[in-house]
């Protein structure tokens, strides 16, 4: 069984680290729909490639990968709502781990949107 | 339509979360003597009415404002009475809800358990203001998950810290490869 003494390690080196860290308002804010509608198409891969990215990348101190609830758009879903301070929101919509990748890539990191993706680009009747 | 019973996990225990749960905890229980798989989710949320109970499993009876159906429990339940299990939930206002689902295992038409382990990490890095208690056993063996021992050993030292993060999905991975041999069902 894994054990706990391998977390104690991890505590003691992080706690330097974190203490230096407060609540970031300049963090670019990436939420997930996660409810019915957003687990049963498919989010948590996209949840997961998100926040596994952002922690690969080093990123973790500019971007803040989070989930929330049904926005009431289910037939679009899954769907990412990108939130940049000063900026428009950002919806994207039927969101895959791909699709999410290059939205990282493009977007959160080079800051070009991803028009193709996004609500404002989908036909809606 | 869910494609795992860990999604319906993940989805009925975001309810929890969302009733204000401070603790949830989750088991999953294979049996394959007695042929069943037991999941209960039970929290200390704010509960149900005996009204809201009775309605609960209708698709079209939802408390949120943002749509009109609510489709998390009624798939929950028909996943787990398709395979001739059974489906239960007691809840008291202010004590919190307990569900039980029971699947047959060797039914054709159970879905698979799925990716429990990231399902698991899933809710207990996103939701760090709730404790969870997670028990997997299989065939009598188990583990727990208890997230107040990893948050007594961390202190001020965040789930979403990847170092953390990876502990607990490795914690997951490898005390369920140990408990059921890597048995996929």
Redesign the interface.
Known sequence: ??S?A???A??E???SQ??LRGEDHDHIRVMVG????G??SGA?PV??TL?NLV?EKNL?DKIAV??T????L?QYEPIVEVMEPGKDKVTYIKMTPEKAEEVLERHLIGGHVVEKYTLSSADIK | ??TEIS?NI??VA?NST?AKASLVEITVDADFSADQLTVTIADNGCGMTPEQVERVTDPFFTS?T??KV???VP?FKLAAESTGGSFSIQSQVGAGTTVTAVFILSHIDRMPLGDIS??IH?LV??HPETDFVYRYRYNGRE?TLDTR??KE??????F??????A?IL??LN??KL?TDGGAVY
């Open positions: 069984m894994k706990l391998e977390l104690k991890i505590r080196k992080m706690q974190v203490s996660m409810a019915t509608c687990i049963a948590r949840l997961t926040s922690q973790t989070t989930q609830g049904c926005i009431g289910c | 339509m869910m999604l993940l989805d975001e969302r949120r943002t749509r609510g489709l998390g798939f990231s399902t899933t890095v996103y583990f021992e990893f050993i961390l202190g001020d030292v965040p979403s810290e990847p170092e953390v993060s502990y490795d914690f490898e005390n140990e």
